[in-house]
């Protein structure tokens, strides 16, 4: 049995996992394309945000998921264009992306790495022209907080699994109860034993 890749879920057109697949390429396209933009390169700024766009809708899960992380996501990558000082940006990206992949509350632990690196960039990098290494550092931190995030729910879903296994067996099959021995009459032996009353005889 498999435990890299999720259920499957059920969606209305296309492959899911054709899907996932595309559609989480085309963020990451639609965020980096975005923080390619300078005073020669502005119309990045307008194919980014939309390549992004496009990846959000493009990816399984519920629809209004999606449409609810749509607009911050896309804020928070046309921020990262301002440099290290807004490193956080890239917590707003993975909140969204734990959001729109339907992980429990016990995944978004996963944002606090993403947090911590964000203050440590911006005490670190005072220099734009050190704005590669800000958002290296965050999409490395990024990808690997978004499989720490998947780990904790592929854990809790686990226990979940064995609690209702438990439970089932439980009710299924209880455990015998353990015998109770009551103590017999004492048979003594040795010379003892010829004082025994023997079998009455019949009249």
């Known amino acids: 049995m498999s435990t890299r890749m999720e259920p499957t879920p059920r969606v209305r057109w296309g492959d899911p996992r054709w899907r996932y697949g595309v559609g989480l390429v085309t963020i990451v396209l639609g965020v980096a394309l975005t923080n390619l933009i300078s005073t020669y390169s502005l119309w990045f700024l307008l194919v980014g945000p939309c390549v992004q766009l496009l990846g959000w809708l493009i990816l399984p899960g519920a629809l209004w998921r999606r449409l609810l992380v749509i607009l911050p996501c896309l804020l928070a990558g046309l921020v990262l264009v301002a440099g290290p000082d807004f ?117």
């Open 87 to 203: 490193a956080g940006a890239f917590a707003v990206l993975l909140a969204g992306w734990l959001f729109a992949r339907h992980r429990p509350g016990r995944s978004y632990l996963a944002l606090i790495p993403v947090i911590a690196l964000s203050f440590v960039l911006k005490g670190a990098l005072n220099e734009y022209g050190q704005n590669w290494v800000g958002l290296v550092s965050g999409s490395v931190a990024s990808v690997a907080c978004a499989w720490l995030g998947w780990a904790l729910a592929l854990w809790r879903r686990r226990r979940i699994t064995a609690r209702q296994a438990a439970a089932a067996g439980g009710a299924e099959a209880p455990e015998p109860a353990e015998p109770v021995y009551r103590a017999g009459p004492t048979i003594p032996a040795g010379p003892d034993a010829s004082a025994l009353p023997g079998p009455a005889k019949a009249e």
